[in-house]
């Protein structure tokens, strides 16, 4: 008997240690932490493993970021009139009190030239206003196109020859009057310009030149314009030159 009371004696002790391990081992349950008393493990996380054994890490998904708003582009400068075909300077567009309208290119660096400033978005360099700062003829004061009020509205088309001013206006949208004509090309700073005709129509409108006059003004066709005028004219580029 007394050997067999020594050989229970370390069975039962092993027993007790596994038993023991068990309820103190790291895989324990919650049941079984509840049944010795002790508040639940927090809950724990999966972890994967790659190949050979090496833990992968899951970066936790973020929100995607808004896309930032584009900021609008305000440039300040003279308006230099370009011969498209060979891109030499025919001058800038003057600032001229006499005829209390913009009028006409100023070739000579007398301080005449008229100065303008615009804002546009980058993402849609179009519509946009372009306004004189310095002016020396009387308000409006944006560059844009326009009759006299009274007159029919023109009508720019292939085949017809109406024109309509280079001139300064109201912020205006039409029939008579149109201010937010411009388009920006951002690189070259190129400037074109598009009239929209009375019955909605976007008219194909070119910015042309008539040199013995001195004038500028938009037709819809040059050829139908020139072909039974007097004084022909030219079609030119109009460019800023930003300080």
């Known amino acids: 008997m007394g050997s067999m009371s020594n050989l229970k004696l370390p069975f039962l002790l092993v027993i007790f240690f596994c038993v023991g391990s068990a309820l103190c081992s790291p895989f324990e349950t919650n049941a079984q932490r509840l049944a010795r008393g002790l508040p639940p493990k927090p809950p724990r996380f999966r972890r994967f493993l790659g190949r050979g054994g090496t833990p992968v890490l899951f970066a936790r998904a973020s929100a995607s970021p808004s896309p930032s708003a584009v900021a609008s582009v305000t440039l300040t400068g003279r308006l230099q009139v370009r011969n498209p075909e060979d891109g030499s300077v025919l001058g800038n567009v003057r600032n001229w009190a006499t005829g209390g309208t913009i009028s006409g290119v100023n070739s ?107 004038s500028l003004f938009f037709v819809g066709d040059i050829d139908a314009y020139n072909k039974d005028n007097d004084t022909p004219a030219s079609p030119i580029d109009l460019f800023l030159v930003p300080f």
């Open 108 to 214: 000579l660096s007398n301080g005449q030239d008229l100065i303008v400033k615009f804002s546009y978005n980058p993402s849609r360099p179009s519509g946009f206003n372009i306004i004189s700062t310095n002016a020396a003829f009387p308000a409006p004061f944006y560059v844009g196109a326009g009759i006299a009020a009274g007159s029919n509205p023109p009508n720019l088309a292939v085949g017809s020859r109406d024109t309509v001013p280079f001139t300064n206006v109201d912020l205006s949208s039409g029939p008579l009057e149109e201010s937010a004509i411009w388009f920006i090309d951002p690189t070259t700073k190129k400037l074109t310009a598009r009239w929209t005709n009375a019955d909605g129509s976007a008219a194909p409108t070119t910015l042309v030149y008539d040199i013995r006059e001195n």
